[in-house]
């Protein structure tokens, strides 16, 4: 779709395309605006728009708004709120639909929420899970290194009640995830 073919589209044809764009048995055309999204979200407080207001703006077509969102950045893949929506809606693959649109219109929020997902996905891809203190520390020097200094608090708790671990451990079946990953890239390299 040409860029001029995109900046005209309607509500319904946004809705559409991130429906068409989110794998699964997408049903966000069913969202009753409960809410059960945004109050099971543990980043909720964080975000602009909380999942419920991000589908309503879906829905009235407003692709700008919705692709700049810190939103869809700030989602931790819990899948808390897609386990807790009525209407079975996958909550937490339309966020990964929208980032990635976000990313193909140069539209996202922060120059810095691309590389909390890289970073993320390259500790994932290391060690079959995240690294909490290594994610943190590596993404904020990277982009936001005077923000570590109030951290600090939060992650001393963490370490002294054993929420947190100083060096990453990787999982048992680490051959077995990289076949998937490997399996899931070349997949979405060979779809259009």
Same mark, same amino acid.
């Given at each position: 779709?040409?860029?001029a073919?995109?900046?005209v589209?309607?509500?319904k044809?946004f809705?559409?395309?991130?429906m068409?764009?989110t794998?699964?048995?997408? *049903? +966000?055309n069913h969202c %009753? #605006?409960c &809410?059960?999204c945004?109050?099971?979200?543990? !980043?909720? =407080?964080?975000?602009?728009h909380t999942?419920? *207001? +991000?589908?309503?703006? %879906? #829905?009235a &077509?407003?692709?700008?708004?919705?692709?700049? !969102?810190? =939103?869809?950045w700030?989602?931790?893949s819990c899948?808390y709120?897609?386990?807790?929506?009525?209407q079975?809606?996958?909550?937490?693959?339309v966020?990964?639909?929208?980032?990635?649109?976000?990313?193909r219109?140069?539209l996202?929020h922060?120059?810095?929420?691309p590389?909390?997902s890289e970073t993320f996905v390259?500790?994932?891809e290391?060690y079959?899970?995240?690294?909490?203190?290594?994610?943190a520390?590596?993404f904020n020097?990277r982009?936001?290194?005077?923000?570590?200094?109030?951290?600090a608090p939060?992650?001393l708790?963490?370490l002294k009640r054993?929420r947190m671990?100083?060096?990453?451990?990787?999982?048992a079946?680490m051959?077995?995830?990289?076949?998937?990953l490997?399996?899931a890239?070349?997949?979405?390299g060979?779809?259009?």
């Amino acid at each position: 779709m040409s860029a001029a073919a995109v900046s005209v589209s309607g509500p319904k044809d946004f809705l559409s395309e991130v429906m068409a764009g989110t794998p699964g048995d997408n *049903r +966000l055309n069913h969202c %009753i #605006q409960c &809410g059960s999204c945004g109050g099971s979200c543990p !980043s909720g =407080a964080e975000m602009e728009h909380t999942p419920r *207001r +991000l589908f309503a703006l %879906i #829905q009235a &077509g407003q692709r700008e708004t919705v692709l700049k !969102s810190n =939103a869809p950045w700030y989602c931790v893949s819990c899948y808390y709120c897609t386990v807790r929506c009525p209407q079975n809606i996958h909550i937490t693959d339309v966020m990964y639909t929208l980032k990635a649109m976000a990313i193909r219109a140069g539209l996202y929020h922060d120059a810095a929420m691309p590389g909390f997902s890289e970073t993320f996905v390259d500790y994932v891809e290391k060690y079959g899970r995240s690294f909490e203190l290594g994610l943190a520390t590596r993404f904020n020097l990277r982009h936001h290194p005077l923000s570590l200094a109030g951290m600090a608090p939060l992650g001393l708790g963490m370490l002294k009640r054993g929420r947190m671990d100083l060096t990453p451990h990787r999982i048992a079946g680490m051959a077995q995830l990289s076949a998937i990953l490997d399996k899931a890239k070349a997949l979405e390299g060979a779809t259009p």
